[in-house]
């Protein structure tokens, strides 16, 4: 079961556990998408019949926000919202090191991929931009950071912390040498906020990672991630 945040006849919003894909992979293991299509059918009693597709994808490793539709036409009215830029995603990241970084800074990469793995490329590859709302340093050289999504690349915001050299807690494959628990990072999906695909009213969803008490309570002090910005 995984927890639901919101669900009307349009749509539904899940909290993705870290290690859990957000799809079926191409081994067959299940993703977060198959078990609320398993939920939906068993529930109304319509096995094989459900529609229900990611309007976003969030890794594997990662935990947090993941929202579903469930008609073609919620898909399609969200797919064009993300295009045209009208839904926002904030992050809540630990990383390691004492990051110094002022509120409202803007990182900008270009990335490729090679290997399933982002790396850094020149201009002509495809722009990564994202902004750090927030940050507390914590006692044991770790940073806590709130970030806004600007573009949406794969693997983005792991690729562009480990490019300064403060890697996420746990993300061995972008460098970081602490240890959290295998397959999982301290990266989460805390913040969404978009427009309801047929109502057009504001949709907001918070949501904050299970890693520790002490960790949880800084995260509750981040006024931004319970307000959103002028479009």
């Given at each position: 079961?995984?927890?639901?945040?919101?669900?009307?006849?349009?749509?539904?919003?899940?909290?993705?556990?870290?290690?859990?894909?957000?799809?079926?992979?191409?081994?067959?293991?299940?993703?977060?998408?198959?078990?609320?299509?398993?939920?939906?059918?068993?529930?109304?009693?319509?096995?094989?019949k459900?529609?229900v597709?990611?309007?976003?994808?969030?890794?594997?490793?990662?935990?947090?926000?993941?929202?579903?539709?469930?008609?073609?036409?919620?898909?399609?009215?969200?797919?064009?919202?993300?295009?045209?830029?009208?839904?926002?995603k904030?992050?809540?990241?630990?990383?390691?090191g004492?990051?110094?970084?002022?509120?409202?800074?803007?990182?900008?990469?270009?990335?490729?991929?090679?290997?399933?793995?982002?790396?850094?490329?020149?201009?002509?590859?495809?722009?990564?931009?994202?902004?750090?709302?927030?940050?507390?340093?914590?006692a044991?050289?770790?940073?806590?950071?709130?970030?806004?999504?600007?573009?949406?690349?794969?693997h983005?915001?792991?690729?562009?912390?480990?490019?300064?050299?403060?890697?996420?807690?746990?993300?061995?494959?972008?460098?970081?040498q602490?240890?959290?628990k295998?397959?999982?990072?301290?990266?989460?999906?805390?913040?969404?906020?978009?427009?309801?695909?047929?109502?057009?009213?504001?949709?907001?969803?918070?949501?904050?990672?299970?890693?520790?008490?002490?960790?949880?309570?800084?995260?509750?002090?981040?006024?931004?991630?319970?307000?959103?910005?002028d479009?």
């Amino acid at each position: 079961m995984l927890p639901i945040l919101f669900e009307d006849n349009h749509l539904i919003a899940v909290e993705k556990p870290s290690g859990l894909p957000s799809q079926l992979t191409p081994d067959g293991r299940k993703g977060a998408e198959d078990i609320v299509r398993e939920l939906i059918e068993k529930r109304e009693g319509k096995p094989g019949k459900a529609f229900v597709h990611v309007v976003h994808r969030l890794d594997t490793a990662a935990s947090g926000i993941l929202l579903l539709a469930k008609t073609s036409k919620a898909l399609s009215r969200l797919s064009e919202a993300i295009r045209e830029k009208k839904i926002q995603k904030r992050y809540v990241a630990l990383v390691e090191g004492t990051m110094q970084v002022e509120k409202n800074k803007r990182f900008i990469d270009y990335m490729r991929h090679s290997s399933r793995k982002a790396a850094p490329s020149d201009t002509e590859g495809k722009k990564a931009e994202l902004e750090i709302i927030d940050s507390v340093l914590l006692a044991d050289k770790t940073t806590l950071l709130l970030i806004e999504l600007i573009t949406g690349r794969y693997h983005q915001i792991r690729f562009q912390l480990s490019q300064r050299g403060f890697p996420i807690v746990g993300d061995t494959k972008y460098g970081s040498q602490k240890t959290y628990k295998p397959g999982k990072i301290c990266l989460h999906h805390a913040f969404l906020s978009f427009p309801h695909p047929t109502l057009k009213n504001e949709i907001t969803l918070h949501s904050l990672p299970h890693w520790n008490d002490s960790v949880s309570k800084q995260i509750s002090l981040f006024d931004c991630l319970y307000t959103h910005p002028d479009r």
